[in-house]
């Protein structure tokens, strides 16, 4: 891009100032829900949100913590250089993983109900050697969507407003460990919800704005005839007939290839996902990750759709950046496609609108990686090898240590990638090939009682290890030397990602029964302890650690519902599966069809009712779903300002009759306490 449409200042002020704004709001919702909902931020708080989160906002929050900077970026890209196909194929092969991972996500809440971090289910089964090993995946996993979300989200920044790169890495994250810190997983809840309200309106903003109002473009109609004309200047070299609007794209489909393997393994080992599926009410995992699943499809389907034919439409208008040239290779790697096309069509509110969508889609993916990271180190490192018998108030010391920590060492580690040349788009096809060797075996570990400890352990490291040569040696075969340009090509990755996904398929069945099938009875998984939190709450001046027990978690009747809900899980995700991956694709992909100006009409049509069908789910249903909790919180402020009322929680030390449960925090059954007064 050329001169940066907004000033450093304008920069500055949207990383630190809406980073802090962030972090002011949450520290005073903590004290609120603290005041007035009775929740008290012990390890097991800081870490689970006291397993009772309500499918709306788990919803919210998958939507939020799955919408990267590379879904905006790199998903704008892939529509830039392929078309039509590409929205649907980043769409449609990294929402798949998401409601498959409902399946998993009840299986985790039924066979260790109270598990902190999936890790623990690891060891607990299998011991220390599979341990380990599953913690640098896990670690790997976390650094490298972190690396994304800050190389993409830094690289729109400097493009935007010429704050440097190296500056933007650092500052980005400080808000969020800000908030992070004080709230902990709920922080993240909380926040993901505002951020994905606030991600849904600046795309219905792009939206409307290239297919309604615009005096550049202003119709699908329009949008049509400019890609026509595109593709006769630059037809795409693999897609029917050279046309970006078709669904026929051999180069598309090895990145829709590459995006299922890699996102799988961004799913099935990420710590985060789980984190939000064990904080999750029992009733709400699965509609949560269902509707957020579906929800999050027509994010990067509508906004590429938009934005990456937005830029191909507008490149030969003056107002786009390039104008006359077409967008360097280097910067639509580095995720530059959508903010050109916002500063073609809106100028400086558009360029204003990307660094605002940008900053939310970095900030809340970001945070569920810091609670990610630091559930690893407080609890399968520090309190697994170093400190067994820690309290819950050490433990969550070490969990705000490791925040900080891995805050700073990832805004180190995004700089030097950008100096060595290493973008986005790189890493985010790299993904699969370094982690999605320990996806089948991790998942068969929660659903297969036979897979024994070696095959567990050996796996994911000879599949890593097959990736590894696969990608090495077909970049080498093709290009003739190793590079970042040639190790970064479509094809090289293509034979990493698939080789890293398969390639367990033949491991673990014969390390399984090489070695001696296990009949695994799941009782260990069941024996994992909550944290002990009890001095913590009873140091605090305001609560009473009575009465805090876990819900339901060895009642027959939820242990039914979790067997009844696993079914629905796999029956909803296979069928939506078969539907997103092969009904509704691989006919258009067929027959080579071109669109016409009616299909492409009603294309960009059905994706915008989608996100108003996703706005209803992830931005309405959790107000609705907290309404009683929300009126409350509010009238108990009100009177308490007031001085009318003292707020009316159980278990606060003074005489209380009346009790709330709350639909974000832990409930509690009402009950008299009687203290003397002081």
């Known amino acids: 891009m050329g001169a940066p449409p907004l000033d450093k200042g304008f920069g500055y002020g949207i990383v630190l100032g809406l980073g802090f704004a962030f972090a002011f709001g949450m520290i005073l919702t903590t004290w609120i829900l603290k005041r007035y909902q009775n929740e008290v931020q012990t390890s097991e708080m800081f870490s689970t949100a006291g397993r009772t989160v309500r499918s709306g906002l788990v919803a919210s929050a998958v939507v939020s913590s ?18 039509v196909s590409g929205p649907f194929w980043y769409a449609s092969g990294a929402t798949v993983q998401i409601l498959l991972f ?21 060891r607990a089964r299998y011991g220390v050697y599979a341990h380990c090993v599953y913690i640098v995946f896990g670690l790997c996993t976390n650094i490298l969507v972190t690396a994304m979300l800050l190389t993409g989200g830094s690289a729109v920044v400097t493009s935007l407003t010429g704050v440097p790169t190296a500056a933007a890495c650092f500052l980005l994250p400080v808000g ?119 929800s999050w499809f027509a994010i990067p389907w509508l906004c590429a759709t938009t934005m990456g034919l937005a830029a191909l439409a507008t490149e030969t208008h003056p107002s786009f950046p390039t104008y006359p040239n077409r967008l360097p290779p280097a910067d639509v790697n580095a995720g530059l496609v959508l903010p050109s096309a916002a500063v073609a ?76 040349g290493i973008s986005l788009g790189y890493l985010y096809l790299l993904m699969g090939v370094i982690v999605s060797s320990a996806v089948l075996p991790a998942s ?12 567990a352990s050996l796996s994911p490291v000879l599949g890593l290890a097959t990736s590894l040569i ?28 698939v080789a890293a996904l398969l390639s367990p398929c033949l491991f673990i069945p014969i390390l399984t029964y090489a070695f001696g099938p296990e009949d695994y009875d799941w009782e260990s998984m ?43 899980a796999k029956w909803t995700t296979v069928g939506m599966t078969l539907i997103l991956l092969v009904l509704w694709p691989m006919p258009l992909y067929g027959s080579g069809y071109i669109f016409s100006k009616s299909f492409f009409t009603g294309w960009v049509s059905v994706g915008i009712l989608w996100l108003f069908g996703s706005a209803f789910c992830v931005a309405l249903y959790p107000l609705w779903e907290g309404r009683h909790s929300m009126a409350f919180t509010f009238k108990s402020i009100f009177l308490d300002i007031a001085g009318r009322k003292k ?30 007064p002081k």
């Not at 709450?537 to 609560?543: F, G, K, L, Q, R």
């Open 66 to 83: 799955w919408t990267w900077a590379a879904t905006l970026l790199q998903s704008s890209g892939v529509a830039y250089k392929y078309g």
């Open 102 to 122: 409902a399946t998993l996500a009840i299986e985790l809440k039924r066979r260790a109900p109270n598990a902190h971090t999936f890790l623990e289910v690891i």
């Open 176 to 294: 969020v460990v800000l908030y992070t810190m004080f709230g902990g997983i709920k922080a993240t809840f909380l926040t993901d919800y505002v951020h994905t309200v606030m991600i849904i309106i600046i795309i219905f903003i792009f939206a409307f704005t290239t297919y309604a109002t615009s005096n550049i473009l202003g119709s699908p109609g329009k949008v049509y005839d400019l890609l026509v004309e595109a593709a006769k200047r630059h037809p795409v070299e693999g897609n029917a007939e050279g046309s970006y609007l078709t669904m026929r794209s051999r180069e598309g489909a090895i990145f829709f290839v590459i995006n299922i393997v890699g996102n799988f393994g961004t799913v099935f080992c990420d710590n985060g996902y789980y984190n939000k599926a064990i904080a999750a009410h029992p009733v709400s995992a699965l509609p949560g990750y269902v509707m957020g699943g579906l």
């Open 345 to 420: 069509l809106l100028g400086k509110v558009g360029a204003a609108c990307t660094l605002l969508l940008v900053f939310m889609a970095v900030t809340s993916a970001s945070s569920a990686e810091l609670i990610a990271v630091s559930s690893i180190f407080t609890y399968d490192i520090y309190q697994t090898y170093f400190n067994p018998q820690a309290s819950g108030r050490r433990l969550i010391y070490m969990a705000h240590c490791c925040v900080i920590g891995f805050a700073v060492i990832m805004a180190g580690f995004s700089v030097g990638l950008y100096y060595i």
């Open 444 to 455: 068969l570990t929660l659903l297969w009682k036979r897979q024994n400890m070696i095959a």
């Open 470 to 497: 696969a990608w090495l040696v077909t970049a080498k075969k093709q290009f003739g030397s190793l590079s970042v340009d040639s190790t970064g090509a479509n094809n090289p990755m293509l034979a990493g990602n």
């Open 526 to 568: 069941r024996a994992i302890r909550r944290a002990d939190d009890d001095k913590l709450v009873a140091s605090d001046p305001e609560i009473n650690p009575e009465g805090r027990a876990n819900p339901g978690e060895n009642d027959p009747e939820q242990l039914a519902n979790y067997v009844r809900a696993g079914k629905i």
């Open 647 to 676: 707020p009316p929680i159980q278990g606060r030390r003074q005489e209380v009759i009346e009790g709330e449960p709350s639909d974000l925090g832990t409930p509690t059954e009402p009950e008299k306490v009687d203290v003397k």
